[in-house]
């Protein structure tokens, strides 16, 4: 079976052809593209800025035997001390173009669904306003049907053009993968989770299948999401979002409120007061101290209400 051990000179110099030698940087510190502010070195940060691009990048490093993580905002993401082995292929403003034809808004995988909710605003198109918010690349939440105020990505969503790893070979490494655009009936898309998710695939870009509205009424819209977002949720905190999944019969802050969690430390990362469903890293906080945190919110909430609280944090690299 081969094993990863290091990125060579050559599959580097290889990376740099396929998506620009300044676009290739090695020891990345993760902490400057998550939300959270936390994550160590990536041993390479690959930012593609064409379709073609992420593809012989994905391709390169699958027929090379590298690892690969693929981040867009950062939102959702709790990266370990010690970082991501092999390449990250970081999909953000590098990879965000959007654009409005008829009552539909394609874009790219990178774009954040606020400018996509802007721009289907512009083009005088509803049926973004909830989810306009939600601090997640349109990648991201094709990824994990990102959702609030019960609404959710696939109600909004037609298509989604996806690369699909090729298939394993001998030695373990990968072929070459192929790009497919399946129509979101296709995508078992639920609460936080996709074939996305579950298959592997990248998300290359997403095609929204919106309805005609006044662009006034729908900015107001926005603006009262936002507002609600502003009142009850810490976004003046660097954090990943919700920490919880929400539990059947139950929502995760309230039980972390009633469990008395409300200020809980460890380290720099603490239960927020002002909407306990959020731990934030309030005093450069090490994933170590987040890990610390969510374990003991668990334990308590387990041993006073009988209740599993599963994490919508998705760890990433080596703690």
């Given at each position: 079976?081969?094993?990863?051990?290091?990125?060579?000179?050559?599959?580097?110099?290889?990376?740099?052809?396929?998506?620009?030698?300044?676009?290739?940087?090695?020891?990345?510190?993760?902490?400057?593209?998550?939300?959270?502010?936390?994550?160590?070195?990536?041993?390479?940060?690959?930012?593609?800025?064409?379709?073609?691009?992420?593809?012989?990048?994905?391709?390169?490093?699958?027929?090379?035997?590298?690892?690969?993580?693929?981040?867009?905002?950062?939102?959702?993401?709790?990266?370990?001390?010690?970082?991501?082995?092999?390449?990250?292929?970081?999909?953000?403003?590098?990879?965000?173009?959007?654009?409005?034809?008829?009552?539909?808004?394609?874009?790219?995988?990178?774009?954040?669904?606020?400018?996509?909710?802007?721009?289907?605003?512009?083009?005088?198109?509803?049926?973004?306003?909830?989810?306009?918010?939600?601090?997640?690349?349109?990648?991201?939440?094709?990824?994990?049907?990102?959702?609030?105020?019960?609404?959710?990505?696939?109600?909004?969503?037609?298509?989604?053009?996806?690369?699909?790893?090729?298939?394993?070979?001998?030695?373990?490494?990968?072929?070459?993968?192929?790009?497919r655009t399946y129509p979101v009936a296709d995508l078992a898309m639920g609460y936080?989770?996709?074939?996305?998710?579950?298959?592997?695939?990248?998300?290359?870009?997403?095609?929204?299948?919106?309805a005609p509205g006044n662009e006034r009424m729908i900015r107001a819209d926005m603006?009262?999401?936002?507002?609600?977002?502003?009142?009850?949720?810490?976004?003046?905190?660097?954090?990943?979002?919700?920490?919880?999944?929400?539990?059947?019969?139950?929502?995760?802050?309230?039980?972390?409120?009633?469990?008395?969690?409300?200020?809980?430390?460890?380290?720099?990362?603490?239960?927020?007061?002002?909407?306990?469903?959020?731990?934030?890293?309030?005093?450069?906080?090490?994933?170590?101290?987040?890990?610390?945190?969510?374990?003991?919110?668990?334990?308590?909430?387990?041993?006073?209400?009988?209740?599993?609280?599963?994490?919508?944090?998705?760890?990433?690299?080596?703690?």
């Amino acid at each position: 079976m081969h094993e990863y051990d290091r990125i060579t000179d050559e599959v580097l110099c290889v990376l740099g052809e396929a998506v620009g030698e300044d676009n290739v940087v090695l020891f990345e510190p993760m902490s400057a593209h998550t939300t959270f502010k936390i994550g160590g070195p990536a041993d390479v940060l690959l930012t593609p800025a064409s379709r073609e691009a992420v593809v012989r990048a994905l391709d390169t490093c699958a027929l090379a035997g590298v690892p690969v993580t693929v981040v867009g905002n950062g939102s959702d993401l709790l990266v370990g001390d010690r970082g991501i082995r092999g390449a990250v292929v970081l999909l953000r403003e590098n990879y965000a173009a959007i654009s409005a034809e008829g009552t539909r808004v394609r874009a790219e995988a990178g774009a954040l669904l606020r400018d996509v909710a802007l721009a289907a605003a512009d083009a005088e198109l509803s049926g973004l306003e909830p989810l306009w918010g939600i601090p997640a690349t349109v990648g991201g939440a094709c990824h994990m049907n990102a959702g609030a105020y019960d609404a959710c990505t696939a109600d909004v969503l037609e298509s989604v053009e996806v690369y699909e790893p090729g298939p394993q070979l001998a030695d373990g490494t990968h072929g070459r993968g192929m790009v497919r655009t399946y129509p979101v009936a296709d995508l078992a898309m639920g609460y936080r989770k996709s074939r996305i998710h579950d298959e592997g695939l990248v998300v290359l870009s997403a095609t929204f299948a919106l309805a005609p509205g006044n662009e006034r009424m729908i900015r107001a819209d926005m603006d009262g999401y936002q507002k609600r977002r502003e009142e009850k949720q810490p976004l003046e905190m660097p954090s990943a979002g919700s920490t919880f999944k929400r539990p059947v019969g139950h929502f995760a802050g309230k039980l972390i409120m009633d469990a008395g969690l409300a200020g809980a430390r460890v380290g720099g990362a603490e239960v927020s007061s002002k909407h306990c469903g959020f731990v934030v890293n309030v005093d450069h906080a090490t994933a170590s101290d987040v890990c610390g945190l969510i374990e003991y919110i668990q334990e308590e909430v387990k041993r006073q209400f009988n209740v599993e609280l599963e994490p919508e944090v998705k760890r990433v690299g080596e703690f």
